[in-house]
Every structure is written in C-alpha cells, then in structure tokens.
C-alpha cells in the first residue's frame, strides 16, 4: 500500500498552485508573479530570535492601520493575503459541506485553498467585459445555500481590470446576513480607484485582502493582513497559527510601514505605471498583438495571435512570463509583468524577434 492512499481523497485529487517559482524556467528575467523588479534594502534592528515572535506584532499592525486608514482592531497581520484567504475559508466553511464562490478568470489561491482544506468551488464566470455577473451570482447564492465566502478580487488577477464600484456594493447588500465577502485588494496601491476600506462600518461581513508582496517590493517577506470589524478579526484570530510571523518578517515589516518608507512606495509605484505606460504604448505597435486589456496593476494581460508562441519563444530566452492561456475566456493571452525599463525593453525585442 502506497502512504498516497492514506491521505485525503481531495488532496489525491488536487493540482497544487503553478507558483510562480515552480514553474522554474532558466529565467534571468522574472516577469511571471507580479513581484518588484528589484529589493528594498532594509537591515535587522535585532537578534532575539530565541524567543518566539508577538503572536500578532503590535507595531506592524499600527503602522499598517495608520497606512490604511482603519484602527487597530480592523486589523490581523497574515502569512502573505494567500494566508488571509485560507483563513477566511477554515473560518467559515464547513468540509465537505460548505461552498465558496468566486469569478473566473481570477486568482488561483481561491480554488487551492478551497480544495484543500475540502470546500466545495462555486464558480460564476465574469462577463466578456470582466464584471460581476450579479444575476447569475444572486441566483446561486438563492439556490445553495451552503455558499459561505464570496471572493472577488479588484484590481482582478489576471486581468488587471476594475470592477464597477456600484456592482461592488450590490454584491455587498445581497451577501448581507448571508455570506462573507472577501474583497482582495493585493493590487489597490497600482490604481487611482478608491479602496473599500470606508464599507468596513457599513458592512460587517466584508474582508479585505491586502500584501506586502507587491507595491511594498516585499514578496519575500511573507506579510499580509486582513481588514474588517473586530468581530470579524476575531474570528479569524481563532483560527491562525500561533506565531504566523516570524520576528525577522515583523521587524522589517514594521520598517517598511513608517511614512518615510511609504513615501519611497508611492515613486516606486510610479515608476511601475510610467514603465506600463511605455510597454503598453510598444506593445500596440507589434503586429502579432490582438488586445491590450485595461489595466490597473503592475502587470499588463496581452492577447497575441499566438498566446502560447510568444510564451514559449521568450520563456528559451530566459524571459519569463505567465500563460494564461487555459484560463476561462483568455485563449492566446500572456500576463507580463512589469519588470525595470531594461526588462521591458528586452520583452519588447524578443517579441519583435520571434
Ligand atoms: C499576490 C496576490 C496575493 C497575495 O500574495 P501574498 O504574497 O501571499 O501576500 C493575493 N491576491 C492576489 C490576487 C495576488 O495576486
């Protein structure tokens, strides 16, 4: 008998997430997860690590309900926002009873986790346009009643697109009393769109994601947090590891959230979105490019005439991207992220090349 055999059906059956690392690639250009192109320089402030770490480090959770606009109680600092979604699901999700909901095409870690941890996976597919399909939602929420987390997320992963505010909104009045809606919003630093922060008061079951790991240039320090009322922070409290955030990650963490360092973000940020700008404007020139999607993120989702051709030929180059190819409705469509300048010019001109 193979241990295999021993473990759970679902996880038999699962696909684990096609990170972005795993994929591997003799990459010298990474361009696959949406990350910073280049380290901030921070340095340890201590050297206790004897000792285990806050459970919840005070410091960093001010900073970041500061940063945020919100109090301290809103707030739960996660393992990455992935840890923020599995604690949303084990809170409130019954195995092999329950179910989540979500819109493809969207970030993959909601169907992982699901799957895990033995959730049944609801999917409600976006509109051509890359919107809520609210009918279709409010009708699965009437029908199955065992739907208990709702995820969208906005900017959306992979298209890069806003949802329109009011269907937001909409979709928060019909999950009331009903369903938790988690809003990820791992991107709301790329975007002019306003963050829904402010609907926390008004809605005691909305959660939202946030990460370190993309405006913060902080991937590898595995810090998220969750945002809500207190009640539903303490729910998700229950539920965490005891000592999820490492002291070296809670020191640095607790760096990168002072002013000044916020300071520095904005101008990466806007040196990410002036780098967008310029690769969107060479991408439109290329013959073999069909649609640049609007996008509000650090990364831009192209459909070429070939999708998986223009893949492949960069990933021999060294030049890493992430085919989306089989995600619902994005046939021949590559998400780039956006690297430095030299990196996007070197997409540019092996693209030309192929
Ligand atoms: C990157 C990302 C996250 C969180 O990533 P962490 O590195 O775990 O913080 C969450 N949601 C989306 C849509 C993302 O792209």
């Known amino acids: 008998m193979s241990i295999t055999t021993l473990s759970r059906k679902n996880i038999q059956a699962l696909t684990p997430y096609q990170s972005a690392r795993k994929l591997g690639g003799n990459g010298t250009i990474w361009l696959n997860a949406n990350e910073y192109p280049t380290s901030p320089d921070f340095q340890l402030s201590g050297k206790d690590l004897n000792r285990y770490p806050e459970p919840q480090p005070q410091a960093v959770i001010e900073n970041y309900a500061r940063y945020a606009g919100v109090q301290p109680e809103n707030v739960i600092v996660t393992r990455g926002g992935d840890e923020g979604i599995e604690l949303a699901i084990k809170a409130f999700c ?10 493809p095409p969207t970030y993959g870690m909601y169907a992982v986790s699901a799957e895990t941890i033995g959730v049944e ?12 399909d609210l009918p279709k939602i409010k009708q699965a929420l009437a ?29 928060l ?11 990820d919003e791992a991107y709301i630093e790329f975007t002019q769109a306003v963050t829904f922060v402010s609907e926390i008061a008004n809605y005691p079951h909305l959660a939202i994601i946030r990460t ?37 990650s809670a020191d640095i963490a607790e760096q990168a959230l002072r002013p000044a360092n916020i300071e520095l973000v904005k101008q990466r940020v806007q040196g990410i979105l002036n780098g967008r700008d310029w690769l969107i404007k060479e991408l439109a020139k290329l013959p073999n490019v069909v649609e640049i999607f609007d996008t509000h993120a650090n990364y831009v989702l192209v459909k070429f005439q070939d999708g998986q051709k223009v893949f492949k030929a960069l990933w021999d180059e060294g030049i890493i991207l992430r085919d989306q190819h089989k995600a619902v409705n994005l046939a021949n469509c590559v998400r780039i992220t956006i690297g430095t300048d030299e990196e996007n010019a070197k997409v540019i001109e092996s693209i030309k090349n192929i």
């Open 143 to 171: 029908e199955k009643s065992n739907i208990k987390v709702v995820f969208v997320c906005n900017p959306n992963n992979p298209t890069g697109t806003l949802l329109n505010r009011a269907d937001v909104l909409e979709l």
């Open 212 to 248: 370190l790991s993309k405006a913060f240039a902080l991937a590898g320090l595995r810090c998220g947090f969750v945002l809500a009322n207190p009640e539903l922070i303490e729910i998700l409290n229950k539920v965490i590891a005891p000592y999820p955030i490492p002291v070296p």
């Open 173 to 183: 009045e019909m999950t009331r009393n009903r369903a938790i809606l988690v809003l």
């Open 94 to 103: 019954q195995p092999d009873q329950d179910a989540i909901l979500y819109c």
């Open 121 to 132: 996976m609801v999917t409600i597919n976006q509109t051509t346009e890359f919107q809520l």
